[in-house]
């Protein structure tokens, strides 16, 4: 596997479930993120990881609930969402510019339904 | 707080003409990094090209070049020679350089290209 992975790509699951967003990278980067993307609307940030520790959490719900245990995965654990919640999930991760980074490389993005 | 603006929801071009998709920004920062990325269907958002704030020279990758104007905060990514494989959503994105790499992005610009 090479980049940024995502599973699964695709979710439907009811308000009352439980789920969980894997995302690995295979880059070497020591920051990860999550975003969020409506439709007709921009990509949101939701929280960001540099080295393993939350440094942004963009005043997401708490029904979303980020856990990095290394730098080289992120998940997104999900519970008793909204109907509006349904978008595509996307995870990126880069180099902290510090050590020289700039471009975020993204994953394929999971695409939830919430019914 | 940073914003990014793109006025173009849709463009066409023809296949082997140049496109320039727009984006205009607002930042009181004087040091920032200014992106365009390629959302094809599939999901995955595609790295195009970079421009900092202080570079002198517009950035140019392959048939990718973007055209900075710092005095109207403007950052124009102009596609030579569309290929069929360039219908895609385009996104501009900015980065503030102080602080975490937060992204910072418009609401796309959807690209045509027709035979």
């Known amino acids: 596997e090479t980049g940024v992975t995502q599973t699964p790509r695709h979710l439907v699951m009811g308000m009352t479930n439980k789920k969980s967003l894997k995302c690995e990278q295979h880059l070497g980067h020591n920051a990860m993120y999550w975003y969020k993307q409506s439709a007709k609307k921009p990509l949101e940030l939701m929280f960001v990881y540099n080295f393993k520790e939350q440094t942004e959490n963009n005043s997401v719900p708490s029904r979303f609930s980020p856990e990095c245990p290394n730098s080289s995965h992120l998940f997104l654990h999900l519970h008793t969402l909204q109907p509006e919640d349904s978008a595509l999930y996307l995870c990126?991760?880069?180099?902290?510019?510090?050590?020289?980074?700039?471009?975020?490389?993204f994953g394929p993005g999971t695409r939830l339904t919430v019914l | 707080a940073q914003k990014i603006t793109q006025t173009q929801p849709g463009m066409f071009v023809q296949e082997k003409e140049a496109v320039t998709l727009d984006c205009t920004y607002d930042t009181s920062d004087q040091s920032y990094g200014l992106f365009w990325y390629k959302q094809p269907s599939s999901g995955e958002m595609i790295f195009l090209i970079y421009?900092?704030?202080?570079?002198?020279q517009n950035a140019t990758e392959g048939r990718y070049s973007l055209n900075f104007q710092k005095a109207r905060k403007s950052a124009n990514l102009v596609i030579s020679a569309s290929q069929l494989g360039d219908s895609a959503m385009y996104f501009c994105a900015m980065r503030e350089e102080t602080g975490f790499q937060k992204l910072v992005f418009g609401t796309g610009t959807r690209l045509l290209v027709s035979p």
């Open positions: 421009q900092g704030s202080y570079d002198e």
């Open positions: 990126a991760s880069s180099q902290d510019k510090a050590s020289g980074g700039n471009e975020q490389f």
